[in-house]
C-alpha cells in the first residue's frame, strides 16, 4: 500500500512554522493552528510523518529515527522558503520537535510543545496500563508485533460535539481523517525509545519554548509540562488550560490556544529581525 501524503503548505512570509501532529495522528490535527498562523502572514508546513495515514501495520513497520528524519526533511523543505523557523508539535510531535530543537539550534529559533507527552499518565488511561512498562523491553518480539491498544473515551477531546465527528472519523476505516483507532505494540515502543533518547538532550534546548497542556489532559498529565518547565535549557512560557483535554488543537479552547501560539512565533520573528541603523543626521547649513 503506497500512503498518499498529506503533508500542507501554506504559504506566507519568510517567518516559517512547522508543525508536527502526534503518534498515530495525522496533519489534519495541526489544521487550525495552522491556519491561523498563516492568517497571520506566516508560512506554514504541517508535515506527515513516516508510516502515518496507513494502516496500524505501516505505522508498527516504522522506528521514531524514521518519524524524526520525516520532520528533518520537513525542515529543508521550510528553510527554502523561510529565514526564520518555529517548530511545534502536538503530543508525540513536541518531543520530535524539542529533539529537533537540540539538534539543530542555529536552524530552530522557538519552539511549540502542545500536550506533551513523555508518559501515558492522564486520569482516563487504565490502571493496568502501568504493566505496559514491564513489558516494555519484550514489545519488540515477534509474537507481540499484532498486539495494540484501543483509543478510549473521551479520545482526548472534552466539547462532546467535536468528539463525536472525531470518533465517527476514527471509526470510517479511512485513516486518512483522524488517524488510527488503536496504536501498535512496536509504536508505543518507540515513543518510548524516543523519550529516552530526547530525555538527555532537553538542556541543550536554549530556544525560547511554549508549552501549553491543560490542567485536564485525560492523556498525559500536567506534570509533563512541568517536567519539560524544569529541564528545557531555556526560558519556558507555559500556558495551563481549564477546560479542555488531551487534544488541544481541536478542543474547546482551541482559539486560546492558536492566539497564544500566533503571538509567541510573533514574538520570536521580532526578535530576530536585524536592528534597523538609525538614520543618518542631517546638517542644515545656514544660506
Same mark, same amino acid.
Given at each position: 500500500m503506497t500512503i498518499k501524503d498529506l503533508s500542507t503548505l501554506y504559504e506566507g512570509n519568510r517567518t516559517g512554522v512547522l508543525l508536527i501532529h502526534g503518534l498515530g495522528g495525522t496533519p489534519v490535527e495541526m489544521k487550525t493552528v495552522a491556519k491561523r498562523l498563516n492568517a497571520a502572514g506566516n508560512t506554514v508546513l504541517c508535515c506527515q510523518l513516516e508510516g502515518h495515514c496507513g494502516t496500524e501495520a505501516d505505522l508498527a513497520d516504522t522506528h521514531w529515527q524514521d518519524w524524526y528524519a520525516s520532520v528533518e526533511a520537513a525542515l529543508a523543505r521550510l528553510e527554502a522558503r523561510c529565514d526564520t523557523i518555529v517548530v511545534g508539535g502536538l503530543s508525540m510531535g513536541g518531543l520530535l520537535a524539542a529533539k529537533l530543537a537540540a539538534a539543530e539550534p542555529?536552524?530552530?529559533?522557538?519552539?511549540?510543545?502542545?500536550?506533551?507527552?513523555? #508518559? $501515558?499518565?492522564?486520569?482516563?488511561?487504565? #490502571? $493496568?496500563?502501568v504493566l505496559l512498562k514491564l513489558l516494555r523491553r519484550w514489545i519488540g518480539l515477534p509474537f507481540l508485533k499484532h498486539w495494540s491498544f484501543s483509543e478510549r473515551e473521551p479520545y482526548g477531546i472534552k466539547d462532546e460535539r467535536v468528539r463525536k465527528i472525531i470518533l465517527q472519523a476514527m471509526t470510517s476505516g479511512d485513516s486518512t481523517l483522524a488517524g488510527v483507532l488503536r496504536t501498535p505494540a512496536y509504536a508505543l515502543r518507540e515513543l518510548w525509545r524516543l523519550v529516552d533518547a530526547l530525555k538527555p538532550e532537553l538542556r541543550k534546548v536554549h530556544q525560547r519554548a511554549l508549552v501549553i497542556q491543560a490542567r485536564e489532559d485525560d492523556v498525559a498529565s500536567i506534570r509533563n509540562a512541568q517536567y519539560l518547565q524544569r529541564n528545557l535549557g531555556g526560558l519556558v512560557e507555559t500556558l495551563i488550560l481549564d477546560d479542555s483535554y488531551h487534544l488541544i488543537t481541536v478542543d474547546q479552547q482551541r482559539h486560546i490556544v492558536n492566539d497564544r501560539v500566533v503571538s509567541f512565533v510573533g514574538s520570536i520573528a521580532k526578535a530576530a529581525k536585524p536592528a534597523q541603523p538609525a538614520p543618518a543626521p542631517v546638517s542644515i547649513h545656514a544660506a
Open positions: 542555529s536552524r530552530v529559533r522557538g519552539l511549540v510543545i502542545l500536550a506533551p507527552t513523555l #508518559w $501515558y499518565d492522564g486520569w482516563s488511561i487504565p #490502571w $493496568y496500563a
